[in-house]
């Protein structure tokens, strides 16, 4: 999903000239919208939105060193780093591979809220959920254990779709989203016993150990490089034999890279290792696509594990 944010200069001229620069990349003339850009940029050196639209028109023009000097420039002048000028340093190669910007991931998600199952479902063919589910209740079997969860953790839990997929086998979820758009959406599903706007370590600090029955993740992991804090994190809320049941992106290298998307894809071997460092057994990995990226699955794992 293309994501753009606008953080006005505070000078009438160079947020003009912004705009009419967007306005000539939507007429086609890139090198011409590149220019004016620069313009705005320049006029007020600590405009973000300017350096980073910059960065963008250059990359399209094959000038990557002049799109990670303007992505430079948007990251020192918004240290939250909203844009997510950062994640472009990382897939340009001028930076190493990092966490995404919290700000920018929740900026992301407040934008989508109100259109977000639309666009999943509707423009990319997201069968995550219905992925997520499938393993989840095999994993259970194998358990010979009844499919049934009394208290289940959604981690990322955007609108609630992954919810809505297993109602019918749990009882109480509880979700946490650092999203306030997606929580509020997730609210008007009505499937929620507590809703928390909070990063998914964070939130899953405050839960008492050995409370929850099935910790789930619909392609939230997707957003973070590093997956050994929240298994940890999610290996201590889970009861003796609990399952997690999480999806992630993967790519066909080894360790973990940023893709085309700027989510993050993990290799197998990464998942595993990171799951057993956090004591989990029983682990099952199946290669899946949970959505289409230009019209091709996007590779990817669906993964369970139980603790002992």
């Known amino acids: 999903m293309p994501f753009r944010m606008f953080m006005s ?52 023009l094959n000038q990557n060193n002049a799109a990670i000097d303007a992505y430079r420039k948007a990251l020192a002048a918004d240290a939250e780093d909203r844009h997510g000028a950062s994640l472009r340093l990382m897939r340009l190669g001028a930076s190493e591979l990092s ?13 989508y809220a109100p259109k977000f199952d639309a666009a999943l479902i509707g423009d990319l063919h997201y069968r995550g959920p219905e992925v997520l589910r499938k393993a989840v209740v095999a994993a259970r079997q194998a358990q010979k254990r009844p499919v049934h969860f009394a208290r289940v953790i959604d981690l990322g839990c955007g609108t609630g779709l992954a919810a809505k997929a297993l109602a019918s086998v749990a009882e109480t979820f509880v979700g946490l989203d650092i ?9 008007a599903t009505g499937l929620y016993a507590r809703l928390d706007v909070c990063d998914m370590n964070e939130g899953l600090a405050q839960e008492a150990g050995a409370s929850a029955d099935l910790v789930i993740s619909a392609d939230a992991f997707v957003y973070l ?68 990226d230009g019209g091709l699955p996007v590779p990817g794992l669906v993964v369970t594990a139980a603790q002992p």
């Open 9 to 60: 200069s505070g000078d009438l001229i160079a947020d003009r000239r912004y705009d009419f620069a967007r306005d000539l990349q939507l007429r086609g003339d890139l090198a011409g919208a590149a220019d004016l850009m620069a313009q705005a940029a320049e006029r007020a050196p600590g405009f973000a939105s300017a350096w980073f639209a910059l960065g963008e028109m250059q990359e399209e």
């Open 99 to 111: 966490e995404m910007p919290k700000e920018y991931v929740r900026g992301l998600f407040d934008q």
């Open 179 to 187: 999203s306030s758009g997606m929580i509020a959406q997730a609210k």
């Open 225 to 292: 490089k590093d997956l050994a804090p929240v298994l940890r994190a999610s290996a201590r809320v889970l009861k003796p034999q609990a399952l997690i049941g999480f999806t992630v992106e993967t790519h066909a290298g080894a360790g973990t890279v940023i893709g085309e998307g700027f989510r993050y894809a993990h290799s197998e071997a990464v998942v595993r290792d990171a799951l057993r460092d956090a004591g989990f057994i029983d682990v099952r990995i199946e290669a899946v696509s949970t959505r289409n």
